[in-house]
Every structure is written in C-alpha cells, then in structure tokens.
C-alpha cells in the first residue's frame, strides 16, 4: 500500500464502509493530477451486519474501531469523522416532481433556488418509521421548456424538477449513526452503496448511454439505473454471497450423505466414479471435520444460486422501464463479482453485454493490488464522494465567510457615511452658531453705552 502521509490533514478524507461480511477503513485525499492517494487501510471480519443493516450494536462497534484504527495507523493521524454507507432490504426509491415561482424574473437561476426545489422534497410526507436519504435531481424544465440538465445561469419564472427520492428506515439510519458516534467518530455524511459503488467503477459514458450496476455483497445485492448520466432506478435485493456459502455448506452434507451411501451399495470405487473423480474440501465450521465435493456438484450449486440472484436483478430492470435502453449492459461489482466466469452467466441469461467493474480508474500510480477488487467498490465510492462533497462543504463556508465579510464591509461604510452627514450637520450648525456669536461679540465690543 502506498502511503501519502504528507497529506493536508484538512483534505484528507475518510470512508466507512460497513458490511454485511467486513467493515472496510479508507483514508485518502485527491492529488494535484486529480488521481487519489489512499493514505490508510483497514479491514476486519464483520460479525454485526445481516443483510446490509446492524444487528448487534457492540459488535460493529468493536469491528468499527479496529478498522479505523488499522487506517490511522497507516495514515498516523487521528480521525474525527467519516463519510458512512447504508444499504439493506428496507431501502426504497420512488419519483416526485416539484416545482417553484420564482419572484425575481429578472435575476438568474441560482444554486439557492435549487437548494430551495431540493428542501421542499425533504417536507413530502412519508410512511411512518421511514426517512429521506437521498433527494437526487434528474432534469428540469424551465418555464414549460423541458430536458434541462443544468439550468443555473438560465432565466424563467417557473422552475420544475423531476427528483429521484431513496428513503430508508429511520431505525436502520439511527443504528449506524449509534455506532459510529460509539466508536468516538462523526458521521460527515451517510450514502446510499449502490450509488457510491456507481461512483468507483463506471464511467460518464456508459451512465449516458445506460446502464445497470449490480452490486453483489454479502447480505444483498444492490442495483442502479442509470440512463442519460441519471439515476433512473435504484433497488435492494435482499439476497448476496452469504446465501451462496450457505448453499455450500448444505449441498456439501448432502453430497457426502449421498457418497456414503454410493459406498455402502455399490463400493468405493463405483462410489468414487459415480460422485466424480475431481473432489473439493470444504473447510468445517468451528473445528468440524471438512467436507467434499465434487468440482462438478459444487459449479451447479454456485450456479443455481447465482442464476435465483441475476432473476431477480432482471425483474428490477425491467421493473425500471429501462431494460431496452441499457446500451452499455450490465456492470458487477462488490465481493460477489469476484466468482469466476459469473460475467458469461449474467450475460448468457440477460443478453446485455456484461463487465466486472474494479474500483481502480481513479487510484494513483502504485497503489496498493489489495484494493484491486470489486469488494471494495464501495469504500472507494465512499472516500470519492467524501473527497467531493468535503470540498463542497469548504466551498460552501468560504463563499459564506466572504458574503458574511461583504455584509460587514457595506454595514462599515454605511455607518461612516450616517456617522459624516451626522457631523457634516453637526458642523454646518456649530459653524453658524460661532457666526452669530462672534458677530453679536463684535457689536457688544464696539458698543459702548456711556457714548
């Protein structure tokens, strides 16, 4: 891993992704070529997470400190706070459309009047228990003109805006905070996976032309449209690598079951021709003896749970109303893409051109080949996303401060001016007076009343 610990510790960003299978620590920043440094790691087991959503507090909170500590150590600094995922089956994305009457027709459209449009979605009501993540802009329409991507700068009246709203439940949002904060940290911002991975593996091409990005981790499998550079669909199945292992470890019983019996009837050499030649060791559970099976059991198993997982990715694609448009395919990600030829299958049964996606296009020369897997697309997403919205934030308070210090200023020099026509008039008065009464001491001088 490279270390850049030179870094700017005001720049420098950190990214906490928590798991379903391990809790992932990065710290980095952006260099001056726009490429980015990662500064520190961690990663360990993660035993707090089912299905992407906190199950035991204490031990995401253990898990929590220890990654983070394994990156400070790398990047021999402290962390105050992190920029947190969120997933798990309780996420969901609906369509809203809001509008706003500008008063100052005159004035162009600025970022407050978006900021404005954005603030109204979060008043929308919502079902009990659940809350606002995500409020995503997808194009607007100015004044009845539609399609605009970016209208700040453009004159009109009535701005419109159609919004791609991801809510979660409020408990499952409380649960991270709870355990950050419990592992002495701040939550800088909390993003949807999905939408950080989309950020690490996909390229501005292929969100315009379409694309769907299936994130396969371990307690569920995240998916994200994107057509036109959009977020046009976001889901949640509830279904990733765990169930796989799981399928393992069960059909590993019931071929060996099955094998033993071969033996019993037949003898072990029919046993061994019939059960396959080629054979698999399966390492037991908390000391148990291991298992086998054969290379050809072990393919279909993995196989028919992969083929459950991409149904329900193609019923979401389809359900987004853009299974025809998706030009660029299918791009996988997280821990789960790491199966082997799982990209042929996903294509085979979809008929979309399919790739993995390695979160490696935005990391620096040199960095560490660790991070040279789809398991960490989230974590990178994360610590990009940060990265930006750390320097919006800077952004955002430097513009305030000198808003804020033009304010002053104009406030300085309209009292100086109130303060020079006060003694402007002040003076013209007293000026007038010292006429007067040097006049009136002139004639009582030259007066003299004996005469």
Request: hydrophobic share 40%; net charge negative.
């Amino acid at each position: 891993m490279n270390q850049h610990n030179h870094a700017n510790p005001n720049e420098m960003v950190v990214a906490l992704d928590i798991g379903t299978t391990k809790v992932c620590a990065l710290a980095g920043f952006f260099d001056q070529h726009g490429k980015l440094q990662i500064c520190g790691f961690g990663k360990v087991e993660s035993e707090g997470v089912m299905r992407g959503v906190v199950s035991n507090i204490d031990k995401t909170v253990k898990a929590i400190k220890e990654a983070i500590a394994q990156a400070e150590k790398g990047a021999r600094t402290k962390f105050s706070e992190v920029h947190v995922g969120i997933a798990g089956q309780h996420i969901k994305s609906m369509q809203h459309r809001g509008m706003l009457t500008r008063r100052d027709i005159h004035s162009e459209i600025s970022k407050d009047d978006i900021r404005q449009l954005i603030d109204d979605m979060h008043k929308i009501v919502l079902p009990a228990g659940e809350k606002i993540i995500h409020v995503i802009p997808q194009e607007y329409t100015v004044d009845g003109e539609q399609g605009i991507v970016d209208p700040i700068g453009m004159s009109g009246v009535r701005l419109e805006a159609n919004f791609h709203i991801i809510t979660g439940q409020i408990t499952a949002t409380q649960n991270i905070l709870k355990c950050v904060e419990r592992a002495g940290l701040q939550v800088a911002s909390l993003t949807l996976e999905p939408i950080a991975s989309a950020t690490a593996v996909l390229t501005d091409e292929e969100k315009e032309a379409g694309v769907a990005l299936v994130d396969i981790g371990g307690g569920t499998t995240d998916i994200t449209v994107f057509r036109d550079g959009i977020i046009r669909h976001t889901a949640v199945i509830p279904l990733g690598g765990n169930v796989i292992t799981k399928d393992i470890r069960e059909g590993c019983n019931v071929m060996q079951d099955q094998a033993e019996k071969l033996k019993i009837k037949f003898g072990s050499a029919l046993a061994a021709e019939v059960y396959e030649n080629r054979i698999i060791t399966i390492p037991g559970l908390a000391g148990r003896d291991p298992k086998e099976i054969s290379e050809k059991n072990l393919a279909h198993i993995i196989q028919a749970r992969c083929e459950e997982i991409l149904e329900y990715v193609m019923w979401e694609i389809q359900r987004s109303g853009f299974d025809n448009k998706l030009i660029a395919g299918i791009v996988l990600t997280g821990g789960g893409a790491s199966l082997r030829h799982i990209d042929k299958l996903t294509a085979y049964l979809s008929g979309l051109d399919t790739r993995i996606g390695v979160p490696v296009k935005y990391l620096a020369h040199g960095f560490g080949q660790q991070l040279n897997s789809p398991m960490y697309a989230t974590a990178i997403g994360l610590l990009i996303k940060g990265i930006a919205e750390s320097a919006e934030r800077r952004q955002q308070q430097a513009e305030k401060a000198a808003a804020d210090a033009a304010a002053r200023m104009r406030e300085a020099e309209q009292k100086e001016l109130e303060l020079e026509g006060t003694s402007s008039a002040n003076g013209g008065s007293s000026w007038l007076d010292r006429i007067i009464d040097k006049t009136k001491e002139w004639f009582q001088a030259d007066y003299d009343p004996d005469l």
